[in-house]
């Protein structure tokens, strides 16, 4: 679309809404050799702590139910990476 911009969302969009917004692959690539593409990635991340969960207006309509469990965004992001190795072990309340 000429004059237009894309807006790449990135997978936690999918938890927040319960799947009414989902990413895509996305690459960087020019199919046409007769116009400039440019591409500026721009990168907005949420404090390690903040709860990722279903936004109430996004959830099911029949059952009410988040698909989701609500997680730490920081533990997510470590998930998606492989890397919950890396994640402190949980203190126990005794």
């Not at 702590?49 to 936004?55: A, G, K």
């Not at 989701?68 to 998930?79: N, P, R």
Request: charged content about 20%; some cysteine.
């Amino acid at each position: 679309v000429k004059g237009a911009f894309v807006v790449n969302l990135g997978d936690m969009a999918a938890q927040w809404t319960n799947d009414l917004y989902k990413s895509t692959q996305h690459r960087v690539y020019n199919a046409s050799s007769t116009h400039a593409r440019h591409s500026i990635p721009f990168f907005i991340n949420c404090n390690f702590d903040t709860q990722v969960s279903c936004i109430p207006s996004c959830r099911n309509d029949q059952d009410n139910k988040a698909k989701y469990d609500t997680v730490s965004a920081g533990e997510y992001i470590l998930k998606r990476l492989g890397l919950m190795h890396m994640m402190p072990a949980k203190k126990s309340s005794a």
